[in-house]
């Protein structure tokens, strides 16, 4: 079985500060890691995403993430915050042995200016 | 091209009546999966279809959950009997099958008074 778990419901960092969301899995199988956005009224937008190879992943809107396996962590950076990044953020996670993901709960980012 | 379509994008209905969601996925998608948001939580799994293997259904909530795919083009998701705790956005997302994005619908927003 598969869980995500986000720390923090919700994040507030100021324009142009670093964003750090924190997102923990635990998974039987080596795991496919996702990050999605969803911006008010829209769908969920895929952000960056991990299979194999490179740990670190770099992502759409200036947004990186690193698997740290040891820690079972795939947490969210992006170095300056801007305020069309408020949003809800969620960290999905796949095994290879079922194609449906398992999403946190999410974590809502709010830029203030 | 198309992203993947949801309609209707709001329905209210009466708690004991049946309603029915629609999704269009993306052209070229054999995979599509249904998932329910409720209110400040994460996605849920729901249902899986792929090409013409037997859906996954691992994660419908009641038998009163039940879905169709005709070959690989238009879900029906359909609810009966609905209760006020089906409240929730009901998001359809499809991919390909070997590449793990799963490109998501805008949702409906299902209310049962």
């Known amino acids: 079985a598969q869980s995500v778990t986000q720390l923090g419901s919700h994040v507030s960092v100021s324009e142009g500060a670093l964003v750090l969301l924190r997102c923990n899995y635990s998974?039987?199988?080596?795991?496919?890691l996702f990050w999605y956005v969803q911006y008010p009224n829209q769908g969920l937008q895929l952000l960056l995403k991990y299979t194999t190879g490179a740990t670190l992943v770099k992502g759409i809107n200036g947004f990186e993430a690193e698997f740290k396996k040891s820690e079972t962590s795939f947490h969210l950076t992006k170095p300056s915050a801007h305020m069309s990044d408020a949003a809800e953020y969620f960290c999905a996670v796949r095994g290879t042995g079922r194609r449906a993901l398992t999403f946190g709960s999410g974590t809502r980012l709010q830029v203030q200016p | 091209g198309a992203g993947v379509s949801q309609s209707p994008s709001n329905k209210v209905t009466e708690k004991g009546k049946d309603v029915e969601l629609r999704c269009d996925p993306i052209s070229g998608h054999t995979a599509l999966y249904w998932y329910r948001q409720r209110l400040g939580q994460g996605l849920e799994f729901l249902i899986y279809f792929q090409g013409n293997s037997a859906p996954d259904k691992s994660g419908l909530p009641s038998d009163r959950f039940s879905a169709e795919r005709t070959g690989e083009s238009v879900s029906t998701l359909t609810i009966q009997r609905t209760q006020q705790e089906d409240s929730a956005v009901y998001l359809c997302a499809s991919s390909l099958v070997g590449p793990d994005e799963q490109y998501f619908g805008p949702g409906t927003r299902l209310t049962v008074t």
């Open positions: 998974s039987s199988v080596p795991p496919y």
